[in-house]
């Protein structure tokens, strides 16, 4: 029988800021480390903002909102994704945030580099 992974991700994503899947988990052997790809689940609280850019050099990411409301910035437009609202970015798209109600998102980043995403000053 092949053995399944059950976890959760408040425990499993402690010391990753909300990550759960990638290449940042040091057990080689576990099914959670992935050079493929990067999973986060976060519960950012409204007023939660980011104010520096940030960037992927090479991976993209998708952020899917489950529930309440987040204005994504980009250099050159800015939106609000509502519960079922997501977003899709290429590498070297800088992002900034300002969550307007309690949220929670589901972020997929692909493929998962050490390093390749960095925040950035204001531009």
């Known amino acids: 029988m092949t053995e399944v992974y059950i976890g959760n991700v408040n425990h499993d994503s402690k010391s990753t800021r909300g990550w759960f899947i990638g290449h940042f988990i040091n057990d080689l052997t576990s099914l959670r480390h992935s050079n493929d790809v990067e999973i986060k689940w976060d519960e950012p609280r409204k007023g939660t903002r ?12 998708m952020s ?55 925040n950035k000053g204001s531009q």
């Not at 980011?50 to 990411?61: G, H």
């Not at 994704?81 to 969550?99: A, F, R, T």
Request: charged share 25%; glycine share 2%; net charge negative.
């Open 50 to 61: 980011r104010d520096d850019w940030s960037v992927s050099e090479t991976a993209t990411t």
């Open 64 to 118: 899917l909102v489950i529930s309440g409301k987040i204005r994504m910035i980009f250099e050159d437009n800015e939106v609000v994704l509502n519960p079922g609202d997501y977003y899709v970015s290429p590498p070297k798209i800088p992002h900034k945030y300002v969550i307007d109600e309690d949220s929670k998102v589901l972020t997929v980043r692909w493929p998962s580099i050490p390093n390749d995403h960095s």
